[in-house]
């Protein structure tokens, strides 16, 4: 198993940016793809970005050209570096890992393992 750990939310204001870190422990890091996922309130948690061991990654619509996952294997962590922040990027934040170290996955059934969630708010 892993365990997941997020941590680097916030309240910014629109256009300001943030990197969110999520710390893996337990089995070995490389054995996991990553992605972010996120819950805006009142909303189904949606899929933003996936990272596979080899460093192939995968951004939705919304997130490509603003956002850049990352992940730093001696250090177990996985980063979503966030730019140009936007009310509407405001939710829960949540890191998430699938035994499948080189697919991406955009599906949140795919995933086995899920952090705590951190939340992002973005003001006008």
């Known amino acids: 198993q892993v365990q997941l750990v997020e941590s680097g939310g916030g309240l910014v204001q629109v256009g300001s940016s943030l990197r969110l870190s999520c710390a893996a422990s337990?089995?070995?890091?490389?054995?996991?793809?990553l992605g972010w996922f996120r819950q805006a309130p009142g909303k189904e948690r949606e899929f933003v970005a996936a990272i596979t061991w080899s460093g192939y990654t995968y951004y939705t619509d919304s997130a490509k050209g603003r956002f850049t996952i990352s992940r730093d294997s001696a250090k177990n962590t996985v980063y979503l570096q966030m730019n140009s922040l936007k009310p509407e990027d405001t939710a829960v934040y949540y890191c998430?890992?699938?035994?499948?170290?080189?697919?991406?996955?955009?599906?949140?059934?795919?995933?086995?393992?899920w952090g705590q969630g951190t939340q992002v708010t973005v003001s006008s």
């Open positions: 337990g089995r070995t890091f490389r054995s996991y793809g």
């Open positions: 998430a890992a699938h035994d499948g170290p080189d697919t991406i996955s955009i599906g949140e059934n795919d995933y086995n393992y």
